[in-house]
T-cell receptor, first 115, second 114 residues
Framework: DTEVTQTPKHLVMGMTNKKSLKCEQHMGHRAMYWYKQKAKKPPELMFVYSYEKLSINESVPSRFSPECPNSSLLNLHLHALQPEDSALYLC??????????????FGPGTRLTVT | QKEVEQDPGPLSVPEGAIVSLNCTYSNSAFQYFMWYRQYSRKGPELLMYTYSSGNKEDGRFTAQVDKSSKYISLFIRDSQPSDSATYLCAMSVAGAGNNRKLIWGLGTSLAVNP
């Protein structure tokens, strides 16, 4: 089973709201990722968690706050977002973040609209 | 010059055609090569991954890597309307610490017409 689940599927929020995106995998993968994807663009890496520790932050604004409560769960907390943050937010996981062979498996994404 | 070049298309073919999708890259440190398929408004789905130069086949799909030319291809035989999607190539490279990152092509939009 190579399933990564994400909730919610769709989210509409105002610029003053606080919301969270959730991601879960039960493949025993030790690396988890958040990506942002705009229309007709490839996924853009935001954060990498390796063995439940934040290992890569691609200079993401502080209005995005990741959290990894355990090896199966990944959250992305959102606060004071801007309309340009509207995008598809993708979660992914891979077996071992340091191995050359480390294909990533993606969830279906959360489509976020900021009004 | 981008590290990974991929023609965004769109590419339109009749049902049953053989489709050839390609990416070129400039960084010889890239080690692992992946092809993802993404349907509209869905997450990317891993189709194929390869490491060494040569061919790898899985059903109607064949992935080809030529490291000497820094060129990878995905062939789809007997294409079906259900193959209509965006195909993204991705390559792994060492990132910060002991982590690896994926470097993506822009994706090629494919339409298979019945």
């Amino acid at each position: 089973d190579t399933e990564v689940t994400q909730t919610p599927k769709h989210l509409v929020m105002g610029m003053t709201n606080k919301k969270s995106l959730k991601c879960e995998q039960h493949m025993g993968h030790r690396a988890m990722y958040w990506y942002k994807q705009k229309a007709k663009k490839p996924p853009e890496l935001m954060f990498v968690y390796s063995y439940e520790k934040l290992s890569i932050n691609e200079s993401v604004p502080s209005r995005f706050s990741p959290e990894c409560p355990n090896s199966s769960l990944l959250n992305l907390h959102l606060h004071a977002l801007q309309p340009e943050d509207s995008a598809l937010y993708l979660c992914a996981s891979s077996q071992d973040p340091g191995q050359a062979r480390y294909e990533q498996y993606f969830g279906p994404g959360t489509r976020l609209t900021v009004t | 010059q981008k590290e990974v070049e991929q023609d965004p298309g769109p590419l339109s073919v009749p049902e049953g055609a053989i489709v050839s999708l390609n990416c070129t890259y400039s960084n010889s440190a890239f080690q692992y090569f992946m092809w993802y398929r993404q349907y509209s408004r869905k997450g990317p789905e891993l189709l194929m991954y390869t490491y060494s130069s040569g061919n790898k086949e899985d059903g109607r799909f064949t992935a080809q890597v030529d490291k000497s030319s820094k060129y990878i291809s995905l062939f789809i035989r007997d294409s079906q309307p259900s193959d209509s999607a965006t195909y993204l190539c991705a390559m792994s490279v060492a990132g910060a610490g002991n982590n690896r990152k994926l470097i993506w092509g822009l994706g090629t939009s494919l339409a298979v017409n019945p």
